[in-house]
């Protein structure tokens, strides 16, 4: 968990750190004065702070965010002292309105050029590699699957009618895309068209993946007490049928035992190339005590795409494009209260979860790029105390030539303030439910 924790905060003082230079940066070369540059918040007080020129620097201890503090703008401090005298030069509200746009754009701009660079590094350095859908001839699906009308065994067509090159993207384009269908192929021979409708959707977002591609049953490891091990498996043996019932994949094995639980049955095993029984009686748990192996790579052939720097740009920048449109996809469920998808909406304790518990670079580098993109197209929105909603009253200026009054931009960072609240409030309670009520 620690390495888990970690991994969280290097990427988030990342992502604040490159957010908040676009506006220093924008800030400094329009001559704006800048009185603060922080990452993360400090309320109350500051892990660590230093004065260098007119700029304060620190470390806040609530790892929320961060901000850059332009004399003469109304922000989260609500400093109105400041506004009380006459503008000067140096401050935010003196400069025209296309400067004041560039200035809170910058922050959005410099999180998506991160996304950009990092997706070219990771092409560069690792490439891709994926497991192709037309690689998967069957899938087994869990409980939530078969409700849905997904059988073991069963073989992914087309999602939405259209063809998929990954079998990680069948997933996403089903929840995202519309009309929400899977084309199937059934024993062989027969064709069978699966529709979600809203409530369906709701279900899978909060209950996550319900289908995989097919792993035989090979033994990986054993539990303790393991009757399994105690009757004669080993890791390594591939159980093949249970009861003179062929074993199509792992999840089929598992209706199997639930339904063979308390008997004594037959385990036909192939080991080392050649048949074996092994008999054993199934505990009323239904469980043996084995963990099955999971690795891909050993059943299926994995697909591997290498780049250089010349084809990484243009496949970076479709890459970066494409995470931004899933993203919005993903934006839109929230706003369809069918789908229950706000359910879905998690604060950092759902972020951090992300990371994995055993460092690994791949995994923290693309996981960090698709939160940059988050947090640009976040702050593009046109909600005040959020970057779009200060951008919003800059169009408008430079749209009608009147400029909003200090009073209205007051009580619109107010309210924009509340919003965001709420939303973190509403994050926070999701996470409680799901990892502490939970359980």
Do not use: C
């Amino acid at each position: 968990m620690l390495v888990q924790i970690l991994q969280f905060i290097l990427s988030i003082t990342l992502l604040v750190l490159i957010h908040e230079f676009g506006h220093y940066i924008f800030a400094k070369l329009f001559g704006v004065k800048v009185e603060k540059f922080y990452i993360f918040f400090n309320p109350g007080f500051s892990i660590y702070k230093k004065k260098i020129g007119e700029t304060e620097y620190g470390i806040g201890w609530l790892p929320l965010g961060g901000y850059v503090k332009l004399a003469g703008m109304i922000d989260e401090s609500l400093d109105k002292k400041q506004l009380e005298r006459e503008p000067q030069p140096w401050e935010f509200r003196s400069k025209p309105a296309w400067q004041r746009l560039i200035i809170m754009l910058g922050g959005i701009f410099m999180n998506f050029l991160l996304a950009f660079v990092i997706y070219i590094f990771i092409l560069v350095h690792w490439g891709t590699n994926y497991l192709p859908a037309n690689e998967v001839k069957s899938i087994m699906v869990d409980s939530l699957g078969q409700q849905l009308g997904l059988r073991n065994g069963d073989r992914i067509l087309t999602v939405n009618g259209k063809h998929v090159k990954k079998f990680k993207d069948i997933y996403l384009n089903l929840i995202l895309d519309d009309p929400h269908t899977l084309t199937v192929l059934r024993r062989d021979t027969d064709t069978v068209y699966i529709v979600l409708d809203d409530a369906q959707i709701a279900q899978v977002l909060q209950h996550g993946q319900f289908f995989m591609p097919s792993l035989p049953f090979v033994i990986a490891g054993f539990v303790d007490s393991s009757v399994a091990k105690k009757a004669g498996m080993q890791v390594g043996d591939s159980i093949v049928a249970i009861d003179t019932i062929p074993i199509i994949n792992f999840y089929q094995a598992k209706e199997l035992l639930s339904k063979f639980k308390g008997k004594t049955v037959d385990f036909h095993i192939i080991r080392d190339g050649k048949d074996t029984v092994v008999t054993l009686t199934i505990p009323k748990s239904g469980r043996i005590g084995v963990f099955i192996d999971t690795d891909f790579s050993k059943f299926y052939k994995i697909a591997t795409e290498r780049y250089n720097l010349l084809q990484a740009i243009p496949a970076g920048i479709k890459l970066t494009f494409y995470q931004i449109g899933s993203y919005l996809k993903q934006f839109k469920l929230l706003l369809q209260p069918k789908t229950k998808a706000y359910k879905s909406v998690g604060s950092f304790i759902a972020i951090g979860s992300l990371f994995p518990r055993t460092w690994d670079w791949l995994h923290f580098w693309s996981l960090t790029a698709f939160l940059s993109i988050i947090l640009a197209v976040i702050n593009l929105f046109p909600i005040p105390g959020l970057d779009g909603g200060h951008a919003l009253f800059a169009i408008f200026e430079m749209i009608t030539g009147r400029r909003p009054s200090d009073k209205f931009l007051e009580y619109a960072q107010i309210i924009g303030m509340i919003l965001l609240l709420l939303l973190i409030l509403l994050a926070f309670w999701n996470d409680l439910t799901r990892f502490v009520f939970k359980h």
